[in-house]
Each structure stands twice: as C-alpha cells, then as structure tokens.
C-alpha cells in the first residue's frame, strides 16, 4: 500500500465571505485566490497542513454532478490553550451571532469542549485539556 499524508483540508461553504470572517475569528488568516477570488480562499497550517475554502460552485467545477449536503459533515476542531480560552471564545463567537451548538463543558476525557457551527452548518470543536487533578 502506499504512503499518504493528509496535507490539504478543504471545506465547502455556501457564503465564502462569511466564511473567511467566520474562521478569522478562529484565529485563520485566508488569502483569496487571485484566479478564483469569489470561490476560493486558503492558508497555511502549522505542520505542513493547509487549509482551504471553496463555495459550492468552484466544488461543481472539479466534481461532475455536485450537490451540497443539507448541512455540514465535518467537524473540524480547534485546540485553545485553556478551558478559559474555550469558555471566552465561545463566548465571543455566539455574541458574534454564531450559532452556538453545545456550550462548554467539561468531557470524561480530561478536555473543557464546545461546538459552534461555520456559516455553512459545518461543526467547529472548540477544546483545551484540562489541568491534571
């Protein structure tokens, strides 16, 4: 089998300018694209990972017969360096008129988690560990 590494995550979105804004306020700072400026926006990650934006219709135009789901199907998740961090950005966003889809609490898994959606329905997991016992 051969070697593969995740290097591009690429999300669907219905409003590309409310999409930039949205994960801006995540702390992702996107470029448009200069052949592509109202359908495509990207950036760099840190580890090599590079994250894109593309509306429905730049997706229509590399996938024959594409439909856009009803909602989102990805949940992408963001780490913050303490449960504050998650309670305050939380917080920040729904104040910012983000749909808010499950306030913070504390997970038997040892993390301080919440869940918002991006414009386009699509899950954002907002985590920190919490501090050992």
């Given at each position: 089998?051969?070697?593969t590494t995740v290097k591009i995550i690429d999300i669907i979105v219905s409003d590309l300018?409310?999409?930039?804004?949205?994960?801006?306020?995540?702390?992702?700072?996107?470029?448009r694209n200069q052949y592509m400026p109202?359908?495509?926006?990207?950036c760099d990650l840190p580890n090599g990972l590079h994250l894109m934006l593309d509306t429905d219709s730049?997706?229509?135009k590399?996938?024959?017969?594409?439909t856009p789901p009803a909602s989102g199907r990805i949940f992408l998740t963001v780490e913050y360096g303490t449960p504050a961090e998650v309670d305050a950005a939380y917080g920040e966003?729904?104040?910012?008129g983000v749909t808010g889809l499950q306030e913070p609490y504390d997970v038997p898994w040892g993390m301080r988690y919440a869940t918002?959606?991006?414009?386009?329905?699509?899950?954002?997991?907002?985590y920190?560990?919490?501090?050992a016992s």
């Open positions: 089998m051969p070697t300018g409310a999409a930039i804004e949205f994960y801006r306020r995540l702390g992702f700072e996107f470029e109202d359908d495509h926006a990207d730049a997706r229509s590399v996938t024959a017969g594409w966003l729904v104040a910012a918002v959606a991006d414009p386009s329905g699509n899950g954002i997991d907002l920190a560990n919490l501090p």
